[in-house]
């Protein structure tokens, strides 16, 4: 079956830097998300990745090795508005959308 | 603002009652969907529309029925519910690009319709 892991919870302080891990085993791989959702709000999208390395996007950074079957996403700088859960979503060999059940982090001061 | 709203944000209901979610995409997107999520699980695909058309249904319940009149709205028709339906019921849509045969869509959300099935 197809399975994507991540952290359930996490905690970091305020002005930190926090790395959360996404594992995928999917039938084929056409790209990885990241999304983050504020309780009560819409997930929003934060990156894409399709192939190796590091994409950087002020803050936030994401990272992939298709070989491993991992992604992370990074946090820099962390502040208290990024106390949300974060998504991570890989599309298959037939392009549908595979999700985790979401890392909640936690931002203490 | 993501450009996708739906409408109601909150809903409660009981089992025997009949509703309807509506979701507007301001967008111009090509495709729109209709997600579950429930607490700590993974968002669950129940219905996708490319171009008004439905391409997939994820073996959900008859007693969900997804409508779309056109691109830009896309409704869920609810009837006698269970209450494990009670969960957070969020619409998406995406522009789908081709591109050498590749298929590429990023997916952008509404803010959710929370239902509470009594």
């Known amino acids: 079956g197809q399975n994507i892991d991540q952290p359930t919870e996490m905690t970091a302080t305020e002005g930190a830097i926090v790395q959360i891990n996404c594992t995928y085993q999917?039938?084929?791989?056409?790209?990885l998300f990241w999304y983050q959702q504020h309780a009560g709000e819409a997930p929003t999208f934060l990156s894409y990745?399709?192939l190796d390395g590091l994409e950087e996007k002020g803050r936030f950074s994401s990272f992939l090795s298709r070989s491993k079957g991992y992604s992370y996403l990074l946090l820099k700088e962390l502040q208290m508005k990024d106390s949300a859960s974060y998504l991570c979503?890989?599309?298959?060999?037939?392009?549908?959308?595979?999700w985790g059940a979401g890392t909640k982090l936690i931002i203490k001061p | 603002e993501t450009g996708v709203t739906q409408t109601p944000r909150h809903l409660v209901m009981g089992m025997t009652n009949k509703k309807s979610l509506k979701c507007e995409q301001h967008l111009g997107h090509n495709a729109m969907y209709w997600y579950k999520q429930s607490a700590k699980k993974p968002l669950e695909l129940m219905f996708v529309?490319?171009?008004?058309?439905?391409?997939e249904n994820n073996s959900v319940p008859s007693r969900f029925s997804p409508e779309c009149p056109n691109s830009s709205h896309l409704f869920l028709h609810l009837h006698t519910l269970q209450p494990e339906d009670s969960a957070l019921y969020l619409c998406?849509?995406?522009?789908?690009?081709?591109?050498?045969?590749?298929?590429?869509?990023?997916?952008?959300f509404g803010p959710g319709t929370r239902l509470t099935v009594l």
């Open positions: 998406a849509s995406s522009q789908e690009v081709t591109s050498g045969g590749a298929r590429t869509d990023t997916q952008y």
């Open positions: 990745n399709v």
């Open positions: 999917t039938s084929g791989f056409n790209g």
């Open positions: 979503a890989v599309r298959d060999s037939n392009y549908q959308l595979i």
């Open positions: 529309y490319n171009f008004k058309e439905q391409t």
